[in-house]
């Protein structure tokens, strides 16, 4: 069958677009690749299109379960055969899943890279009609970028297995030296590299400078109309922002990690239908979302790094239509980056004494340990060692890439139940509603072995196929228990430690340079690009990021803040406005600053220099001799 047939078939389109069809091409002929696409540039078509016209089953690896959940629901909304082996399942289960995709005639097998290094995966999937590898977020493989997950590495075990396999990576974010990596980790016979363009023309890029972020944050919002996003840098935040939203009449949601599964998907749902417009979130909002018509995406902190920017700023205007992408600045926000480097990479001393409090909490002795595997408290091992959280988290995973210890942040436990009647029982019960009914239907349709053990359900799959939300799903299994028809036991997300070595004193933990400093300054880079994007205005917001992925002939975007500013000559009164809230916020106190402190609040010199005159003409401000003081 031809591919455009397939495309047709199966998702309604009448022909690829970017680099689509190149990939495709690329695989057919049997020749590792990697395919650079942005944030909605079609992925999945890329991989799931050349597997339907071939015989045998693609491996998909992906560092997100819900993500895979998604893809395997949406493929089989298709008719397409295709399933899914993550963490939290049981044994049984996840054999019965490998022992369909052996037999099956499954079409597709998601797996986290985690998976990859279990004996039971491993014996089962040689014996798979694998013709085809696929590697999402590849970026995660390569050390040198900004999410990387030391399990990626597992997947070159898959190469050896199937070394005639080819293989096919894909990333949204990639610079040259990451390219590289990824390739040379995955053992590419040869490089092969298809590129889209990163460039969005129908996305506006702004950054605004304000000490009172709340209040710039109404002020956008009453200017730019529609669906939007708020990332903000802690689950905290995201709840406080989105009261303070709702209190000023807008609808609002906010979504982070740590929240039950039924309420992430009931708050996306809200957002996705309109009935909110505005979600308020972490990163951990947006991987996969189904929504083009987001209209402004605004991120109230500085990311990490300009990978996750573009990325995140990217799931604005996906429609093509005008969008925008808006960072808010303040001067605080330099001392804020700081911060982070040292959070995200305490100095080796505070890393040896989180191993050896490790050890203590497990009452582990010296040669004791390995493969030693406990559920984790991040707070009250915090608590009870007195030791600051954030870097605290971020020992841990240093120790993690250090091959210490593994960590594993939130270990997902799926949900599952028994039933607790016999089979002729069942049938006995009388009295239930329509739904109900349909719901041991389908439990006992879906899966086996109900009756003598407890079973992991996925309750997506469950609530789609009975067409009712996550949340109204868990009621009616909930129900079903306080009748005492089922024991049911929901999902739930637990933090993981297991030993990899066995147990040694804190001063013989060796730091290889490219885990420890050679990472340190690869972030403090990546954090240095990012303030620099915020606080620069001599180049085009959009250039300055398509030149950080190597783009050098990217031209002006022509409507970013900057852009605009130019065409004027001076800067906007807008911009001037913010500017002048900010320097009189620090001029405040009365005193003399000196002009080296004026230079610290990061404007360019031509804004500086036009701020200046404009307070001084106003009577705002005095220039005095070393500095700048409020007009009295």
């Keep these: 069958m031809k591919y455009r047939e397939i495309l047709k078939q199966y998702w309604g389109y009448d022909d690829f677009r970017g680099i689509q069809r190149e990939i495709i091409e690329s695989i057919e002929a049997g020749r590792d690749t990697l395919g650079l696409m942005p944030t909605g540039g079609g992925k999945s078509i890329a991989f799931q299109v050349p597997t339907l016209a071939r015989e045998g089953l693609c491996i998909v690896v992906t560092p997100l379960i819900a993500l895979m959940k998604d893809q395997v629901a949406n493929l089989r909304s298709r008719s397409i055969k295709a399933a899914a082996v993550y963490s939290g399942m049981r044994t049984s289960e996840v054999i019965k899943v490998l022992e369909n995709c052996i037999f099956g005639d499954y079409k597709f097998l998601y797996v986290s890279p985690e998976r990859l290094s279990s004996e039971i995966f491993l014996n089962k999937v040689r014996k798979m009609p694998v013709s085809l590898i696929t590697v999402d977020e590849a970026h995660c493989i390569s050390q040198w970028g900004h999410d990387f997950r030391p399990a990626y590495r597992r997947i070159a075990q898959l190469r050896t297995l199937f070394p005639c396999v080819p293989v096919l990576a894909l990333t949204a974010t990639a610079t040259t030296g990451v390219v590289r990596d990824i390739q040379q980790q995955l053992g590419f016979k040869y490089e092969n590299c298809f590129r889209m363009s990163f460039e969005r023309k129908n996305l506006v890029y702004v950054v605004r400078r304000t000490e009172n972020k709340f209040q710039e944050l109404l002020h956008i919002l009453g200017n730019i109309d529609g669906s939007t996003i708020i990332y903000v840098p802690n689950r905290k935040k995201c709840k406080e922002l989105c009261e303070q939203l709702i209190a000023h009449e807008i609808t609002a949601e906010y979504y982070h990690a740590g929240l039950a599964p039924e309420s992430k998907d009931e708050r996306e749902e809200r957002w996705r239908t309109g009935l909110s417009r505005v979600i308020v979130a972490t990163n951990a909002f947006g991987m996969g979302i189904d929504k083009p018509d987001v209209r402004l995406v605004v991120h109230t902190d500085l990311p990490n790094s300009i990978e996750a920017y573009f990325q995140e700023a990217g799931r604005a205007g996906r429609d093509g239509q005008r969008a925008y992408a808006v960072v808010l600045y303040s001067r605080r926000d330099n001392a804020t980056v700081s911060r982070r480097l040292s959070d995200n990479y305490p100095l080796p001393e505070f890393i040896r004494e989180v191993y050896d409090n490790l050890c203590y909490y497990y009452t582990m002795a010296l040669g004791d340990g390995l493969n030693c595997t406990f559920e984790f408290a991040l707070a009250d091992f915090c608590h009870k060692y007195h030791l600051p959280v954030l870097p605290t988290d971020s020992a841990l995973r240093i120790l993690t890439r250090m091959g210490y210890i593994d960590y594993v942040e939130e270990m997902e436990y799926s949900s599952r139940l028994c039933f607790i009647v016999g089979r002729d029982d069942l049938y006995r019960i009388y009295n239930l509603s329509d739904e109900l009914d349909r719901l041991i239907t389908a439990l006992l349709r879906n899966y086996s072995g109900l009756f003598s053990d407890f079973v992991f359900i996925d309750e997506r799959y469950l609530a789609r196929l009975l067409g009712v939300t996550r949340h109204h799903l868990y009621e009616l299994l909930v129900s079903l228990s306080k009748k005492r028809i089922i024991q049911y036991a929901p999902s739930k997300k637990c933090p993981i430690v297991t030993f990899t070595r066995q147990r040694v004193l804190g001063e013989e933990l060796r730091f290889a340079p490219e885990v420890y400093d050679e990472r340190r300054e690869a972030f403090s880079v990546r954090l240095d690009a990012m303030l620099k994007y915020a606080t620069s205005d001599d180049e085009c917001r959009s250039r300055y990021l398509l030149r950080y992925f190597n783009d050098v002939e990217a031209p002006d975007c022509g409507h ?58 106003e009577e705002r401000i005095v220039v005095v001799d070393g500095g700048v003081r409020i007009h009295k």
């Design 560 to 617: 970013c803040d900057v852009c605009l500013s130019r065409r004027g000559g001076e800067p906007s009164e807008e911009t001037l406005a913010a500017d002048a809230s900010m320097l009189l916020s620090l001029l405040a106190d009365g005193r003399v600053h000196p002009t080296a402190e004026i230079e610290a609040l990061g404007l360019p010199r031509k804004r500086q220099a036009a701020l200046l005159r404009r307070l001084c003409d």
